[in-house]
Nanobody, 124 residues
Framework: QVQLVESGGGLVQPGGSLKLSCAAS????????MGWYRQVPGKQREFVAQATGSGTTKYDDSVKGRFTISIDSAKKTVDLQMNALQPADTAVYFC??????????????????WGQGTQVTVSS
């Protein structure tokens, strides 16, 4: 099975920076894309940023110019550097990945996976 493990969340003051990291483990043959979503209580999970296995990136308009996503397809990791953080960025951040992986004997398929989430709180 595949697991995504996030790290790097925490409490930061407005205007500060945090870096989130996500590592995928398992028998993974190919990374289609890896990225980040976020969710606040009572709201739907929303897209933040994504990077393809070849390095193409896209961002939600709310984070453009402040967040930078970087992927290492060989290591199956993705980072999210978050600068100029605002209280509105407070949320649980989830790593997301679409991977071609082995799910068992003779079972190789492309599937989407989620991490367990890491809390980011921006507050003075």
């Amino acid at each position: 099975q595949v697991q995504l493990v996030e790290s790097g969340g925490g409490l930061v003051q407005p205007g500060g920076s945090l870096k989130l990291s996500c590592a995928a483990s398992g028998i993974i043959f190919r990374v289609d894309h890896m990225g980040w979503y976020r969710q606040v209580p009572g709201k739907q999970r929303e897209f933040v940023a994504q990077a393809t296995g070849s390095g193409t990136t896209k961002y939600d308009d709310s984070v453009k110019g402040r967040f930078t996503i970087s992927i290492d397809s060989a290591k199956k990791t993705v980072d999210l550097q978050m600068n100029a953080l605002q209280p509105a960025d407070t949320a649980v951040y989830f790593c997301n990945a679409k991977l071609e992986a082995s799910l068992g004997a003779h079972d190789i398929r492309e599937s989407a996976w989620w991490g367990q989430g890491t809390q980011v709180t921006v507050s003075s």
